[in-house]
C-alpha cells in the first residue's frame, strides 16, 4: 500500500506561481512512475504529466513550458510547479503512484482574479 498526500494549493491570480507537494508513504519502492493529474468543475480528470524513478518527466501539451515535475528521494516527495498560470488551470490536482494505482485526495488550485 501507498499512501499520497497532496498539499500546496491556493487561489492564485492569472499569471501567477503555485507549487504542489505530493508526500508518498508506505511500499515506496513499489512506485515507478508519479503523475500529476487534475480534473476542473464538469470535466473529466485529465493527466498533467509525470516523473520516473530516474527523473525522466513528460508534460501535456497544455502545461509545456509553464509547468514543471521534480522529485525529492530523501523526502520521498514529489513536486509540481506551476508558473504563469490560466484560469483554465483551475481544477482539483492529484498526485497518483504507478504501478500501484494510488490516488491523494487532491487539492484545489483556484486561478482568478
Known amino acids: 500500500q501507498v499512501q499520497l498526500v497532496e498539499s500546496g494549493g491556493g487561489l492564485v491570480q492569472p499569471g501567477g506561481s503555485l507549487r504542489l507537494s505530493c508526500a508518498a508513504s508506505?511500499?515506496?519502492?513499489?512506485?515507478?512512475?508519479m503523475g500529476w493529474y487534475r480534473q476542473a468543475p464538469g470535466k473529466q480528470r485529465e493527466w498533467v504529466g509525470n516523473i520516473d524513478r530516474v527523473g525522466y518527466t513528460s508534460y501535456a501539451d497544455s502545461v509545456k513550458g509553464r509547468f514543471t515535475i521534480s522529485r525529492d528521494n530523501a523526502k520521498n516527495t514529489v513536486y509540481l510547479q506551476m508558473s504563469s498560470l490560466k484560469p483554465e488551470d483551475t481544477a482539483v490536482y492529484y498526485c497518483?503512484?504507478?504501478?500501484?494505482?494510488?490516488w491523494g485526495q487532491g487539492t484545489q488550485v483556484t486561478v482568478s482574479s
Open positions: 497518483n503512484a504507478s504501478p500501484v494505482g494510488s
Open positions: 508506505g511500499q515506496i519502492f513499489a512506485i515507478r512512475v
